[in-house]
């Protein structure tokens, strides 16, 4: 069968991948040509742990072409970005842009499967109507489905084949070879809706995540005003079997959670009241964060000091910084003039606003040094060698990402985000 895949991005590529893996003659296409020709030679623009040698292997075997132009195949997969507008109201370009693109190569018969995240009704107001275009008769002659993705990104592999999926057909028979499809590679169950349902399914999942953030962020921010320690009430709470509380933070980044809640309420800006508070909750903690900073600057009486950043991806082990609370943090710093400098191991673009430098180019002579992300490696730093460098001996984890006892003891301040115990 041959597979045709619109967008290579973080789910586009490793999607194509893995149809290629399993039987499929999978052509990609992006309108990037510079991305056209580094996967051609087998060069990765995006990082995901086992992503470059699954690449190598299925374009050596020829199962993965890749072109800026869509050809005639049996399926098409729209997987392209669904950005916010400044309104937040969502950007349906690319959906649009990528739909249009398949309409000279659709033929009587084939299954065209939106992935992207889109606010419901996407696919039966905005695709099927360019879809007309191809002059079928979409219930009898085209076959079209809504099946989300929902992988998580350093996991993507992974969660390709383990998660259960979720299928929305515009009738049943586009739900069914829909299922059959994904069947070659995924492990996990396949339930099947029609098409709107499934696009919703996919922004509460989302949707219920960002609610659940702020909800550990007000508590953080209230925790901080009356001595308690918000990561441990919340570690203990969650010992019940029905509470499920997330984990506070400097905000939520990326362009899924950060974004997805805004497609629920632009449909119903009257109703979406929590959606809309829970999402300028999250949006308020990098300012928030920001004001802890200078909290500590002036309990500390630090005059003109410099802060260390550490972590400017919008969460922990992956290189990823769309939409991440680091930058937003980066922005009221300057605003406050306050100095800083940012590192992050994982992040090798030089595009980003403000250069990243080494570790130990970062605490040196630095006063306070903010960790902004749960990377893994953080963990593995030795506190009495990071002392050496710094200033002054102060440590604020906005994560609670390292060992508070270790810091302590080479003599550091530790201070925690949502945590007015220490
Ligand atoms: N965060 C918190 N507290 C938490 C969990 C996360 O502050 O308890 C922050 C993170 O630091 C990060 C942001 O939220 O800044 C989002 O991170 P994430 O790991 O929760 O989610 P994403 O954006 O990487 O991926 C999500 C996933 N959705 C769900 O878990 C419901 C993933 O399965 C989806 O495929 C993806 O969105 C998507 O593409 O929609």
């Excluded at 194509?16 to 399993?22: L, R, T, W």
């Excluded at 990104?153 to 586009?174: M, T, Y």
């Excluded at 962020?217 to 918000?230: H, M, Q, T, Y």
């Amino acid at each position: 069968e041959k597979l045709c895949v619109i967008g290579l991005g973080y789910i586009g590529l490793p999607t194509s991948i893995m149809f290629a893996k399993h039987g499929f003659q999978v052509h990609g296409v992006d309108v990037n040509q510079q991305v056209i020709e580094k996967l051609t030679n087998k060069e990765l623009h995006i990082e995901e742990p086992g992503l470059q040698e699954a690449l190598e292997e299925v374009v050596d075997a020829g199962k993965l072409t890749f072109a800026k132009t869509p050809v005639e195949s049996d399926v098409f997969i729209v997987a392209v970005p669904s950005p916010i507008t400044e309104e937040k109201t969502a950007n349906l370009d690319y959906v649009r842009a990528g739909t249009e693109a398949i309409v000279p190569f659709v033929k009587k018969g084939d299954l065209v499967i939106l992935e992207s995240t889109v606010p419901p009704r996407t696919v039966e107001d905005v695709m099927m109507p360019i879809l007309e275009k191809t002059g079928l008769n979409l219930n009898e002659e085209l076959y079209i489905a809504h099946s989300p993705e929902r992988v998580i990104p350093g996991k993507i592999f992974q969660e390709l084949e383990e998660n259960d999926r979720i299928v929305g057909g515009i009738n049943e028979k586009s739900s069914e070879l829909t299922k059959q499809l994904y069947k070659s590679f995924v492990k996990g169950d396949i339930h099947l809706t029609d098409a709107t349902t499934a696009e919703m399914v996919k922004v509460i999942e989302n949707t219920y995540r960002d609610v659940n953030i702020a909800f550990a962020n007000e508590l953080a921010k209230i925790s901080d005003k009356i001595g308690v320690n918000a990561w441990e009430a919340i570690k203990l709470a969650n010992y019940h079997p029905r509470v499920n509380i997330h984990q506070p933070g400097p905000g939520v980044g990326g362009h899924c959670i950060a974004v997805d809640p805004w497609f629920l309420a632009e449909l119903q800006p009257d109703l979406a009241n929590m959606i809309t508070l829970a999402r300028n909750t999250n949006d308020g903690m990098p300012a928030y964060t920001v004001e802890r900073i200078q909290q500590i600057i002036e309990e500390h009486n630090l005059v003109q000091p410099t802060v260390a950043l550490l972590g400017l991806s919008f969460k922990g082990n992956v290189d990823d910084m769309r939409e991440s609370p680091s930058l937003t943090i980066m922005e009221h710093l300057n605003r406050k003039n306050i100095d800083y400098k940012v590192f992050d191991p994982h992040i090798k673009d030089v595009r980003v606003p403000h250069q990243v430098l080494q570790l130990d180019e970062v605490i040196q002579d630095a006063d306070i040094a903010v960790i902004l992300t749960d990377h893994k490696v953080f963990q593995t730093y030795d506190p009495n060698e990071v002392k050496q460098f710094m200033k002054e001996s102060i440590i604020f984890d906005t994560k609670n990402c390292i060992d508070e006892a270790a810091w302590r003891d080479a003599g550091f301040n530790y201070i925690r985000l949502g945590d007015a115990k220490n």
